[in-house]
């Protein structure tokens, strides 16, 4: 009964503890030139990089948003959970 009374809680509990994601809606495009080159020099503790006309930046162990450009800067396309920087420019990176 206890046993079961505490797995009830952790389950209940586990998606309030859950990392969120803190990237932004939009990012201006020399900003994210910024967090690539920053990223690139290990200065950082994400990831990021541009792939044609898209942004990616990595949250480590909580997944990775994808911005497209849009002419004048890139707004959220799409956030894929779990997901590394590799995996999602694979997936994502020529469309």
């Not at 900003?31 to 994400?46: G, R």
């Not at 541009?50 to 849009?70: C, M």
Request: hydrophobic share 50%.
């Amino acid at each position: 009964m206890l046993k079961r009374t505490l797995l009830a809680i952790v389950l209940i509990a586990t998606p309030v503890f859950a990392a969120v994601p803190k990237a932004p809606a939009e990012v201006s495009h020399p900003m994210a030139m910024f967090l690539a080159k920053m990223s690139n020099a290990k200065k950082v503790t994400f990831r990021a990089q541009a792939v044609d006309k898209r942004f990616f930046f990595e949250e480590v162990t909580i997944g990775v948003t994808i911005y497209a450009f849009d002419g004048s800067g890139y707004h959220r396309e799409r956030f894929v959970k779990g997901a590394t920087l590799e995996q999602a420019i694979k997936r994502y990176g020529k469309r």
